[in-house]
């Protein structure tokens, strides 16, 4: 195995040029800098069009690493998480038409004036039980993304890989898997271990930023590859060492940095920072 990735290996979470370029611009980015995987938010698909977008998507040859997002299976009521359900089939519908390998779900975290974390946890558990009804007809593999546990009570109280894990034991794996995003996970002491759980049958997709020390915000200070204390390189060989065949994906929210520079420096920086620190 090749120490150093591929170029072809990288692709980007629109996430990380949001700020300056509508969806249209980053499609026609990857394309100008020969990267060859895209992973779009599914607010900037609705603004282009859905359509469009899987034309667009498909005339530039671009693999979709994964469709962002759904999820959002907790909630105070049975009309509320009736809702998200609907919500999420039609996601599963997008993720199908734009040709994504998985629809990644952010799973929610407690519900409004809740404390009851075991509850949001179970009404995840049976929220996902019910979207794998319909994406596992539809062929739309369903990939749970834990995040780090500083998003407990707003975004998702999934917050280990072995929870994850967890939940493909319980509701089966075939059509339901984990994204592994080093962010939310390099921390956890059970981070190999997990992975190897999981193996190439359940990571269906890599996301890869870095950690700043300091962070000076819970969400939007994501760091590039290498401005951090991740060992990406080790996580990425990993999981190839597991079999995954993916691609790794850029994911980086940052308003004081990086969405404040030139869409396209970013995009020659995480090109050489994917060949250099991952
Ligand atoms: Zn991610």
Redesign the pocket.
């Known amino acids: 195995m090749d120490k150093q990735p591929k170029s072809e290996q990288l692709s980007i ?1 629109t996430a990380t040029v949001r700020q300056q370029w509508k969806l249209g611009q980053i499609i026609d980015g990857c394309a100008r800098h020969d990267i060859r995987g895209i992973s779009p938010w599914r607010d900037q698909v609705q603004e282009l069009g859905l359509k469009e977008t899987a034309r667009r998507i498909r005339d530039n040859g671009l693999t979709v690493t ?1 469709y ?1 997002r759904g999820g959002m299976f907790t909630g105070i009521d049975d009309a509320a998480r009736k809702k998200a359900d609907d919500d999420n089939r039609r996601a599963v519908d997008e993720a199908l038409e734009v040709r994504a390998s998985c629809l ?1 779900l952010v799973v929610g975290g407690l519900p409004n004036d809740s404390k009851d974390l075991p509850g949001a946890r179970n009404q995840v558990r049976d929220g996902l039980a019910n979207l794998l009804d319909y994406s596992r007809r539809m062929s739309m593999p369903l990939a749970i ?1 834990p995040l780090h546990p500083m998003y407990a009570a707003d975004r998702a109280c999934v917050n280990t890989l072995c929870q994850a894990n967890d939940l493909c034991d319980e509701l089966g794996d075939e059509g339901l898997g984990i ?1 592994v ?1 080093l ?2 996970t390099w921390w956890d002491p059970e981070f190999f271990p997990q992975l190897e759980r999981a193996g190439k049958k359940r990571i269906l ?1 890599f ?1 890869i930023c870095d950690w700043l020390v300091p962070t000076r915000d819970l969400l939007l200070d994501r760091g590039m590859m290498g401005d951090g204390v991740i060992d990406i390189r080790a996580a990425r060989l990993a999981v190839e060492k597991l079999g995954y065949e993916g691609l790794h ?1 850029v ?1 980086i929210f940052s308003q004081h940095d990086w969405w404040q520079r030139d869409p396209d420096e970013v995009l020659v920086t995480c090109k050489q920072r994917h060949l250099d620190c991952c």
Do not use: L, S
Request: include cysteine; charge should be negative; hydrophobic fraction near 25%.
């Open positions: 979470n994964g962002c990644v993304e994204a995003d962010y939310h997709a996301h994906e994911e």
